[in-house]
């Protein structure tokens, strides 16, 4: 990465303002359920401390309040959380700009702040200039540690880069060399799963893999409009009609560069979602029914190509694995995946993410992003505007 780290800087004295991605999930007591971006922070903001930087100004959004000040999505909660993981008093402020704040800021005998929502104000996700500069105006350096939000061009990941010397923090820096080397220069075999319920979600992705990857492993919803291109019965089972085409030629087009497509051969099926207890597994989904997991002969088949892997990228649930009747091959899958050994396993967050962490086996995976569409944009090998407005590693003073 040719981008300045937080570690290519002298923090000493310095005021550092610090992009986290701190949107984390909510209970309707406005508990926090689960602190795993939280957590991911901690080492940036450990190190920064460690430097001696005169204050650390922490800022992020949490749910979507649309430039409306909304109570249940304050970052009290946050502060609450961090203070505790850290070990070290945090100033929580109403919120994130003005002369007020500033002031504030500057009297403060506290390291750490914590802004309000940034998404209390409009400007933030139309990356408006002079909101940007306000928040530039809190520090002297900028950090990015917030990679869930990197690839959107908002004014706390973007334009605030116009300001001030910009560098990336340690989570950001390893989600970059872990999604950036399985594109670009993966140990062989590369084998990627795909899942999740639409091939639309995922066809960039496809196609940027099809010429890097060994092969292709489809499940989850996606994996029916696939099934559907080939001809075969899919009963009610979720399907894009209109993308049966497109998924016809990505399966011609895998045949031709010689990179192996394979997908579910059999399934776990039910009548409704509601009558789990009804569930059958098939060679050949009848109508009326829909599949909700693959089956125990595709799961044998889909090990059969992981066991000789050397980098896996999984994106996307084999099933509904949110319910537990349905969630056999995603959990088969992971706990898989978690006890290969010398393999880099990379999971490409959200539900992924999620489906790895119900299971327990967060700590047996190499990488676990913690951002589900930037993830996603980087495997599609796409540049994301909060990487690439950071100061270059030749180019520093220059802001």
Same mark, same amino acid.
């Given at each position: 990465?040719?981008?300045?780290?937080?570690?290519?800087?002298?923090?000493?004295?310095?005021?550092?303002?610090?992009?986290?991605?701190?949107?984390?999930?909510?209970?309707?007591?406005?508990?926090?359920?689960?602190?795993?971006?939280?957590? *991911?922070? /901690?080492?940036? =903001?450990?190190?920064?401390?460690?430097? $001696?930087? #005169?204050?650390?100004?922490?800022? @992020?959004?949490? +749910?979507?309040?649309?430039?409306?000040?909304?109570?249940?999505?304050?970052?009290?909660?946050?502060?609450?959380?961090?203070?505790?993981?850290?070990?070290?008093?945090?100033?929580?402020?109403?919120?994130?700009?003005?002369?007020?704040?500033?002031?504030?800021?500057?009297?403060?005998?506290?390291?750490?702040?914590?802004?309000?929502?940034?998404?209390?104000?409009?400007?933030?996700?139309?990356?408006?200039?002079?909101?940007?500069?306000?928040? *530039?105006? /809190?520090?002297? =350096?900028?950090?990015?540690?917030?990679? $869930?939000? #990197?690839?959107?061009?908002?004014? @706390?990941?973007? +334009?605030?880069?116009?300001?001030?010397?910009?560098?990336?923090?340690?989570?950001?820096?390893?989600?970059?060399?872990?999604?950036?080397?399985?594109?670009?220069?993966?140990?062989?075999?590369?084998?990627?799963?795909?899942?999740?319920?639409?091939?639309?979600?995922?066809?960039?992705?496809?196609?940027?893999?099809?010429?890097?990857?060994?092969?292709?492993?489809?499940?989850?919803?996606?994996?029916?409009?696939?099934?559907?291109?080939?001809?075969?019965?899919?009963?009610?089972?979720?399907?894009?009609?209109?993308?049966?085409?497109?998924?016809?030629?990505?399966?011609?087009?895998?045949?031709?560069?010689?990179?192996?497509?394979?997908?579910?051969?059999?399934?776990?099926?039910?009548?409704?979602?509601?009558?789990?207890?009804?569930?059958?597994?098939?060679?050949?989904?009848?109508?009326?029914?829909?599949?909700?997991?693959?089956?125990?002969?595709?799961?044998?088949?889909?090990?059969?190509?992981?066991?000789?892997?050397?980098?896996?990228?999984?994106?996307?649930?084999?099933?509904?694995?949110?319910?537990?009747?349905?969630?056999?091959?995603?959990?088969?899958?992971?706990?898989?995946?978690?006890?290969?050994?010398?393999?880099?396993?990379?999971?490409?967050?959200?539900?992924?993410?999620?489906?790895?962490?119900?299971?327990?086996?967060?700590?047996?995976?190499?990488?676990?992003?913690?951002?589900?569409?930037?993830?996603?944009?980087?495997?599609?090998?796409?540049?994301?505007?909060?990487?690439?407005?950071?100061?270059?590693?030749?180019?520093?003073?220059?802001?």
């Amino acid at each position: 990465m040719n981008k300045l780290t937080v570690k290519d800087i002298d923090l000493k004295g310095k005021k550092v303002i610090m992009r986290v991605d701190f949107n984390v999930p909510l209970d309707e007591q406005l508990n926090i359920t689960d602190t795993r971006r939280i957590e *991911a922070a /901690l080492p940036t =903001i450990q190190y920064i401390l460690e430097q $001696g930087s #005169a204050k650390l100004i922490l800022m @992020s959004h949490l +749910g979507r309040p649309k430039g409306e000040i909304i109570d249940s999505m304050r970052l009290t909660p946050v502060a609450k959380k961090l203070q505790e993981l850290l070990g070290e008093e945090i100033l929580k402020l109403d919120d994130c700009v003005g002369d007020e704040i500033k002031a504030v800021i500057g009297s403060s005998t506290q390291r750490v702040i914590l802004l309000e929502n940034l998404r209390f104000h409009k400007q933030e996700t139309k990356n408006d200039p002079e909101f940007a500069k306000q928040l *530039a105006s /809190l520090a002297e =350096i900028y950090v990015n540690d917030a990679f $869930g939000t #990197a690839h959107r061009a908002h004014a @706390s990941t973007e +334009g605030i880069t116009r300001y001030l010397t910009s560098a990336a923090g340690f989570l950001l820096k390893k989600e970059i060399d872990f999604l950036g080397k399985a594109i670009n220069s993966p140990e062989k075999p590369f084998v990627v799963i795909l899942g999740g319920a639409k091939v639309s979600d995922k066809i960039l992705l496809i196609e940027n893999l099809i010429s890097k990857a060994d092969a292709i492993i489809i499940g989850g919803g996606m994996a029916y409009t696939f099934l559907k291109a080939q001809g075969k019965s899919i009963g009610n089972s979720i399907c894009e009609n209109d993308k049966v085409d497109l998924a016809k030629s990505l399966l011609e087009k895998a045949e031709a560069v010689g990179v192996k497509m394979v997908l579910t051969s059999d399934y776990v099926i039910v009548e409704s979602f509601d009558r789990p207890e009804g569930k059958q597994t098939v060679d050949d989904i009848p109508d009326g029914w829909e599949s909700v997991d693959i089956g125990p002969k595709t799961c044998v088949e889909y090990k059969e190509i992981l066991s000789t892997a050397k980098t896996v990228v999984w994106n996307g649930p084999m099933g509904v694995f949110e319910i537990d009747a349905f969630a056999q091959g995603t959990r088969e899958i992971a706990e898989y995946l978690a006890g290969l050994e010398n393999v880099t396993t990379i999971i490409g967050g959200g539900d992924s993410a999620a489906a790895v962490s119900k299971f327990g086996l967060d700590d047996k995976m190499t990488h676990i992003s913690t951002g589900g569409g930037a993830s996603l944009e980087l495997l599609e090998g796409k540049e994301l505007p909060g990487i690439v407005a950071l100061t270059d590693q030749d180019k520093v003073g220059v802001k």
